[in-house]
């Protein structure tokens, strides 16, 4: 077992993948050569399939810088996003609860068996205080938190991770990638963030985290980092059974990176075949300004809130979705090489 102690109960166990290259073949208008005839044909393309429904990923096809921010833009904007109220916590499906910020999202997967954290965000500050306070208010309690998962090795996404581990004895999970580059070399430090946690379970494509009555399947969709995890699990709604991917990271800040970009787009490529072939049909972020959590948080609070939950998109949306957010960086990429 990769990562786990001898006699574990929970085990994360390898699969060898069984989607292959074969799945990655490019989607959308045909590859030409870069030119802005073809940034605006992927562009184009983006928003027709955004209709009225997606609109939120369509800043993914504005144009991008060629650096990255630098430590101070992104302190001033982690000092911003940090600054915000956060948004009340609740149940996007009956076994899966938002417990993030206004800006970075944290989701509690629940189990049989205990709870599964989804990123923990920016320091032990924001996990007390928003994620164990969360928790708290939703009936539950931090202490049943057995595993973080990062996403990817940002400290928006690490930052709270090491509170649940010296606390309360949870394991960090994060891809074999990640972990190293956690280790040896962060692409973005901020004082916002408190520092990576220790190396724990270090997962790779294809393998599976099994708690209780739920399985997560971890698909490793480089381009926002190296190593970015997009989990795949179920849950339910109303008692009736559903498919969530959660998209590990979504926005290009790497700068000018072409192989990043190509590896961006071939992983929404292959994640639209996982999506087609196994039913997804909610497609979550950790970042609330692409999913609409937050507002879909609320229209399920609303009095008179219809039955049907704003989280189910259908799996032909969670394909747009994702061909959205290939165009858009397939857009980036020949803006790049023009």
Not at 35 to 59: F, H, I, M, N, T
Not at 73 to 78: K, S
Not at 191 to 219: M, S
């Amino acid at each position: 077992m990769r990562g786990m102690a001898d006699g574990a109960r929970v085990k994360v166990y390898g699969l060898a993948s069984l989607l292959t290259a074969a799945l990655c073949a490019c989607a959308g208008p045909a590859a030409d050569k870069p030119s802005q005839a073809s940034v605006d044909r992927y562009v184009a393309e983006a928003k027709q399939l955004a209709g009225d429904d997606l609109k939120s990923l369509l800043p993914l096809c504005n144009p991008q810088p060629a650096t990255r921010p630098s430590e101070e833009a992104v302190h001033a904007q982690l000092e911003r996003a940090i600054a915000a109220s956060a948004p009340e916590p609740g149940p996007a499906f009956d076994n899966l609860y938002f417990v993030g910020s206004s800006w970075v999202s944290a989701w509690v997967l629940k189990t049989s068996q205990g709870l599964i954290l989804i990123d923990a965000l920016n320091n032990e500050d924001e996990a007390s205080r928003l994620i164990d306070g969360g928790l708290a208010k939703l009936g539950l309690n931090p202490k049943d938190v057995k595993y973080v998962i990062v996403t990817h090795g940002h400290g928006d996404h690490y930052g709270g991770a090491t509170h649940f581990a010296q606390r309360y004895g949870a394991r960090i999970v994060a891809s074999d990638a990640d972990w190293r580059m956690m280790q040896t070399g962060l692409e973005f430090t901020s004082k916002l963030w408190d520092p990576p946690p220790k190396r724990d379970i270090a997962v790779f494509d294809g393998d599976k985290l099994t708690l209780g009555d739920t399985t997560v399947t971890f698909y490793v969709t480089p381009g926002h980092t190296l190593g970015t995890l997009s989990p795949v699990f179920g849950v339910a709604s109303g008692g009736r059974a559903h498919k969530v991917m959660l998209w590990g990271g979504t926005s290009f800040n790497f700068g000018r990176d072409i192989d990043r970009l190509e590896r961006y787009a071939q992983a929404t490529d292959r994640m639209r075949n996982v999506a087609a072939q196994q039913s997804v049909d909610a497609l979550v972020s950790n970042h609330s300004s692409f999913d609409g959590a937050v507002s879909k948080l609320a229209a399920r609070r609303a009095p008179g809130a219809q039955e049907s939950n704003p989280f189910v998109m259908g799996t032909p949306a969670v394909e747009r979705a994702l061909r959205i957010m290939g165009d858009c960086a397939r857009a980036q990429h020949d803006r790049f090489l023009m």
